[in-house]
């Protein structure tokens, strides 16, 4: 499975946009990109997903490299309540198993 | 917002005996999954499950693991005879089919005496 490399924490000030990036240089053709985030003591919960084209939810933006070797999931106003450890993970096409790395954890100060 | 549900929230059990995890996917969902995270450590995939047989399985998915959907709306995950090492959160996952995504249940926290 194609692997993922995310800083290992970041850090955001509450009300200002966060940018936390992804590399995946390994990505194949038809993997897809998944971001899921997981609170403390929570499940993982979806926040995004694309193959190609940048993509847009109520949540977050995810932006994607021309070569798909990178990404960036965009929240556009942090919120305390968006600290969590966000995992950036590639899934075959059949989205049937997902291999989750160390993720970034944010921190949001107020 | 229909959300995966799973019982109980906290599990405390003896070394070898037998636990059941139990599991209520969203109601139109037709793949299943069980993962676990051991505490502090990454989230692991245990198996996929569909169309009542399992689709795939990872390494740590032994012979003390077994999954079943009883009925149409659980979907167990039963360990055998549980060690020590098996403390964990389990977590169950379903995904409708296609381009849908997978959602997790809040999970159960199994400690092992």
């Known amino acids: 499975d194609a692997k993922t490399t995310q800083p290992n924490s970041m850090e955001s000030n509450e009300e200002e946009p966060v940018h936390l990036p992804c590399n995946h240089s390994?990505?194949?053709?038809?993997?897809?990109i998944h971001w899921y985030r997981q609170l403390p003591s929570q499940g993982p919960e979806y926040v995004i997903h694309g193959l190609t084209s940048n993509v847009n939810n109520r949540m977050a933006s995810l932006a994607i490299a021309e070569d798909r070797k990178s990404s960036t999931l965009i929240l556009h106003r942090a919120t305390l309540r968006d600290a969590a450890v966000y995992y950036c993970?590639?899934?075959?096409?059949?989205?049937?198993?997902?291999?989750f790395g160390s993720g970034t954890k944010l921190n949001v100060k107020p | 917002e229909p959300e995966v549900t799973q019982t109980p929230s906290h599990q405390v059990t003896q070394m070898g005996q037998e636990v059941i995890l139990r599991c209520v996917p969203i109601s139109n969902h037709l793949y299943f999954y069980w993962y676990r995270q051991i505490l502090g450590q990454k989230v692991e995939f245990l198996v996929s499950f569909y169309n009542n047989e399992i689709s795939e399985k990872s390494e740590i998915f032994d012979d003390q693991f077994s999954v079943e959907r009883p009925d149409g709306s659980n979907f167990t995950l039963k360990i055998r005879s549980t060690k020590l090492e098996d403390s964990a959160m389990y977590f169950c996952?379903?995904?409708?089919?296609?381009?849908?995504?997978?959602?997790f249940g809040p999970g159960t926290r199994l400690t092992v005496l």
């Open positions: 390994t990505i194949s053709g038809t993997d897809y």
């Open positions: 993970i590639l899934t075959a096409y059949n989205f049937n198993k997902f291999y």
């Open positions: 996952a379903s995904r409708k089919g296609g381009r849908d995504t997978q959602y």
